[in-house]
């Protein structure tokens, strides 16, 4: 397994091989993490992880100074799955030479719905560098995860508008053993804390299995989710959302294909999740 820093270096390197399938990460990496690379393993000869983390993406006020870069630790772990080829991890200034990235992708509107609404720019940064990144590794597949669902609707619609020649995996989302989301930012709660975060999770399988049962008040789940976080003393609900899980439009009482997604606060974590439902 190769550390490669420069872009040069990796180009020369994928010269060299044959198919490609990518895992890019902002490090800190875990078991969901693993679980993309897993996925990876089965697309392509060779495995690329890229480990950056991407200002772009991170809005004034967020965790961008203090988010773990943890790449010995990352590496071990990497190391320790086996099956990768490569790890990518580009100084700030490789990937942003200029400083001020002058040229950048431009999502639809939807980048400000869900996610978007409280962290505005986010998902022009991610297209941006995602597109950065697979114009350096040149992959013919990469992985992500569902667990980032709104992420993912981005990058695939990214790649299908602008004839991106990159097959996009989806996966699905780690979890603990009680349910919780596997996440870098659940280093951020307390033990309390990281119990009561399965909160979320508990909610989305029971507004699921409501809606299998034939329930479509979805604004009512939605505010009695919504309500018993804030009393359990969640500091804000930023939203409970019943979308069209191929579109992200507001879901309609026809739709067959949902997607409920939370984001919540719970002390000075923001943590997301979703789940899918097939009607």
């Known amino acids: 397994m190769k550390i490669i820093h420069s872009i040069e270096e990796l180009r ?19 078991a969901g993490h693993m679980t993309l690379i897993d996925a990876a393993r089965a697309e392509a000869e060779n495995i690329v992880v890229s480990i950056f983390v991407n200002r772009l993406q991170f809005g004034q006020g967020e ?3 203090v988010y773990p870069r943890t790449l010995e630790q990352d590496a071990a772990l ?4 086996g099956g990768v080829d490569v790890i990518f991890a580009p100084d700030e200034k490789v990937l942003y030479p200029k400083v001020i990235q002058q040229y950048q992708v431009e999502p639809p ?8 609404a409280f962290r505005p720019g986010h998902f022009r940064g991610v297209a941006t560098v995602v597109t950065k990144l697979f114009n350096i590794v040149q ?21 299908e508008d602008l004839n991106q020649a990159v097959k996009i995996v989806a996966v ?6 009680d349910g919780l989301a596997l996440s870098s930012r659940n280093g951020y709660l307390s033990a309390e804390h990281k119990r009561e975060a399965t909160r979320i999770y508990y ?4 507004m699921k299995a409501a809606i299998e049962a034939g329930d479509r008040d979805y604004e009512r789940l939605s505010a009695e989710t919504t309500n018993d976080l804030l009393a359990r003393g969640w500091v804000n ?33 923001r943590l997301i999740d979703n789940i899918e439902i097939a009607l």
């Not at 990497?78 to 799955?81: D, V």
């Not at 509107?109 to 978007?116: M, P, R, V």
């Not at 992959?139 to 790649?159: E, R, T």
Request: some cysteine.
């Open 139 to 159: 992959p013919n597949v990469a992985c992500f995860g569902k667990k980032d669902y709104q992420q993912l609707f981005v990058i695939k619609s990214m790649v």
């Open 203 to 206: 909610h989305l399988s029971r």
């Open 78 to 81: 990497i190391a320790a799955q």
């Open 237 to 269: 609900v930023d939203y409970v959302e019943m979308r069209n899980a191929l579109s992200l439009k507001p879901a309609a009482v026809s739709d067959h294909q949902l997607v409920i997604l939370i984001a919540a606060r719970l002390g000075h974590t």
């Open 172 to 177: 699905d989302t780690g979890r603990a053993s």
């Open 12 to 30: 020369t390197w994928r010269a060299t091989v044959g198919s490609v399938a990518f895992v890019p990460t902002m490090g800190n990496l875990h």
């Open 109 to 116: 509107a939807i980048q400000d719905e869900l996610c978007g």
């Open 63 to 65: 965790d961008f100074e």
